[in-house]
């Protein structure tokens, strides 16, 4: 994720605003086409350094367009399905075009959250202090970010890109010259049949209020998109707030330490603790720090105790938010020793664990915490008990979204080099 290098190729899509109903369906037909021909282009841009190339996805999301002030605990379950549903889509199209996620010739794909209402994108100056949701006109502060813009054919993606030019035109601090255009097909955005996503999931039985210091952990090994979808809605919870002088927003990342790892599959391919939290950090600073133009906001301080959850390595994302990486040694880590924090994102696969968090803190007389999760990003192309094209689309499906996967296709690699 080293997209500081100035040879690694860097490009924005700009996706229209989605079909109402949002259904899994609907997203996919209007969504499939614009993603498959800009990650095929991405992967083929010329690069010469040896890390992958950056698509960065603007996600219009109508229904946080008139939710800036509200809690952002109310939006939440629609957001991630949305978001969910995205990453999805983009994943099976890996699979599916064998399109890679690391190294030269692969795709750093990452989704932003873009308050823009569907009918209308005037509003000209930046309202929200930095991400994971941001608004149009902060999405065209630094238009010199990337090398070229993928905009969808079509009346929504054509006046979202006018939307997009007009703004980055006015902007005293942009570089003069277009940013290069390349218009890719548009999806079907037609109203579709089918459950809507606001609706699909449920309440989720927890109040909605405003959460300054909210907690995620894991193993984040290999970071891909389903550690995306859990980073990005932890930092969602976080209320923004320009003020100065307010309660700073933390974000607390617990990443699991190596001795924990010893007994994972394909433990030799493991990345160490310090990789693999550069990459969260780096994937964070990205998607949060995105309105800021100071680089000199951006500082890091290392905090090296022996005693549990004190190895820290905090990033100071802007005046007001902090990002929090800690290292692990239980299942708890710090949100059974840091009463503050407030709220937890778990994937439905871990939602045990967050039970087993608040019977601790129960213990402790702490209140409970709140307990958010995002959706596992599985998808039905195809399994062993398949045919043999099915059952290999699976397993590539899984060097996408699952550590583990990406482990096993690497040492499958390794010994295909060392028997040849």
Excluded at 309 to 334: R, W
Excluded at 368 to 388: H, K, P, W
Excluded at 401 to 409: A, F, L, M, P, V
């Amino acid at each position: 994720m080293a997209d500081s290098s100035p040879s690694v190729p860097k490009a924005l899509l700009l996706l229209p605003p989605p079909p109402h109903p949002s259904a899994y369906s609907g997203l996919e037909a209007s969504y499939r086409p614009p993603l498959s021909s800009s990650l095929r282009a991405v992967s083929k841009m010329p690069n010469s350094s040896s890390d992958a190339a950056i698509l960065d996805i603007a996600l219009p999301c109508p229904h946080l367009a008139d939710r800036v002030a509200r809690p952002r605990s109310k939006s939440y379950a629609q957001t991630q399905k949305l978001l969910a549903a995205v990453y999805k889509i983009i994943c099976v199209i890996c699979a599916q075009d064998s399109i890679e996620l690391e190294g030269a010739g692969g795709v750093d794909f990452r989704v932003l959250l873009v308050a823009l209402d569907r009918e209308d994108g005037s509003v000209s100056e930046p309202q929200i202090p930095y991400g994971p949701v941001i608004d149009l006109p902060t999405l065209a502060l630094h238009p010199e970010r990337w090398h070229k813009l993928f905009s969808t054919e079509g009346e929504p993606g054509e006046g979202l890109l006018q939307q997009f030019s007009r703004l980055a035109a006015h902007n005293p601090r942009a570089p003069k010259g277009n940013l290069p255009v390349e218009r890719v097909p548009g999806g079907i955005g037609l109203i579709h049949p089918g459950s809507n996503l606001q609706t699909d999931i449920g309440a989720v039985d927890i109040p909605h209020r405003e959460y300054s210091a909210a907690a995620v952990g894991g193993t984040f090994d290999h970071l891909h998109a389903g550690h995306k979808l859990l980073l990005t809605m932890t930092a969602f919870l976080l209320e923004p707030d320009a003020q100065s002088h307010s309660m700073p927003r933390r974000l607390i990342v617990g990443i699991t330490g190596e001795e924990l790892l010893k007994n994972k599959k394909y433990a030799e391919f493991l990345e160490g603790w310090e990789t693999r939290q550069q990459r969260v950090g780096a994937f964070l600073q990205a998607t949060l720090g995105f309105p800021f133009t100071d680089q000199t906001l951006f500082r890091e301080v290392r905090c090296d105790g022996s005693e549990p959850n004190e190895k820290v390595v905090k990033k100071h994302l802007g005046p007001n938010f902090i990002v929090e990486c800690v290292e692990i040694s239980d299942p708890f880590g710090p949100t059974i020793t840091d009463e503050s924090i407030s709220a937890l994102v778990v994937s439905a696969e871990t939602r045990s664990g967050g039970k087993a968090v608040n019977t601790k803190r129960a213990e402790r007389g702490w209140p409970d915490l709140a307990v958010f999760e995002v959706d596992v990003l599985d998808a039905e192309i195809g399994t062993a008990s398949d045919s043999g094209k099915d059952a290999k689309l699976s397993e590539e499906y899984a060097t996408k979204i699952s550590s583990t996967g990406i482990r096993q296709q690497k040492a499958a690699n390794a010994a295909k080099a060392t028997a040849g």
